[in-house]
T-cell receptor, first 112, second 113 residues
């Protein structure tokens, strides 16, 4: 089955710095790659996604890059703010079984 | 527009009891998926329903069942509750069964004592 690894597991950055989280997956049939942000006591919130026919996508301070050959995609957050503090999950979609395979999560702390 | 709504938000049950969790998808969305999130871990897939048919099932015992109604709302049922069933149960809504884009509700926190 699909194996999804996420690194790092925790990340602390100073406000204004950049943060990068990497996700590695094993299912070569995956074609849709979202990132979710989960705050304490809430459900995961879709923040950005990318499809396999695109290498990079940007939305204001957030960007996602995809390397389908190497089977990894990364979340980039620039000019981090305290409200970016949360747990971030990558979740490639497994086409054959109609499910998202969530990574282990990255706890991001933005220090003011 | 309302997002994905789940009820109840919190629930405490005793071992051996059964529980029913409810989910209303975003208006116009025909697919509902259920995930279990144990504290400190990522969500794990339980079921996906599309147009009232089960499209996918995760590695969960038969004590877990679900259904989708004509209005696309869904119920997740868990029988013979175990302590290990304590978790946040998440419902996700999407317009198709092909993944993009799935939006999650706030979840139901189930505690089994």
């Amino acid at each position: 089955g699909e194996n999804v690894e996420q690194h790092p597991s925790t990340l602390s950055v100073q406000e204004g710095d950049s943060a990068v989280i990497k996700c590695t997956y094993s299912d070569s049939a995956s074609n849709y790659f979202p990132w979710y942000k989960q705050e304490l006591g809430k459900g995961p919130q879709l923040i950005i996604d990318i499809r396999s026919n695109v290498g990079e996508k940007k939305d204001q301070r957030i960007a996602v890059t995809l390397n389908k050959t190497a089977k990894h995609f990364s979340l980039h957050i620039t000019e981090t703010q305290p409200e970016d503090s949360a747990v971030y999950f990558c979740a490639p979609f497994e086409e054959g079984t109609y499910k998202y395979i969530f990574g282990t999560g990255t706890r991001l702390k933005v220090l003011a | 527009d309302a997002g994905v709504t789940q009820s109840p938000t919190h629930l405490i049950k005793t071992r051996g009891q059964h529980v029913t969790l409810r989910c209303s998808p975003i208006s116009g969305h025909k697919s509902v998926s259920w995930y279990q999130q144990v504290l400190g871990q990522g969500p794990q897939f339980i079921f996906q329903y599309y147009e009232k048919e089960e499209r996918g099932r995760g590695n969960f015992p038969d004590r877990f069942s679900a259904r989708q109604f004509p209005n696309y709302s869904s119920e997740l049922n868990v029988n013979a509750l175990l302590l290990g069933d304590s978790a946040l149960y998440l419902c996700a809504s999407s317009s198709t069964d092909r993944g993009p884009e799935a939006f999650f509700g706030q979840g139901t926190r189930l505690t089994v004592v």
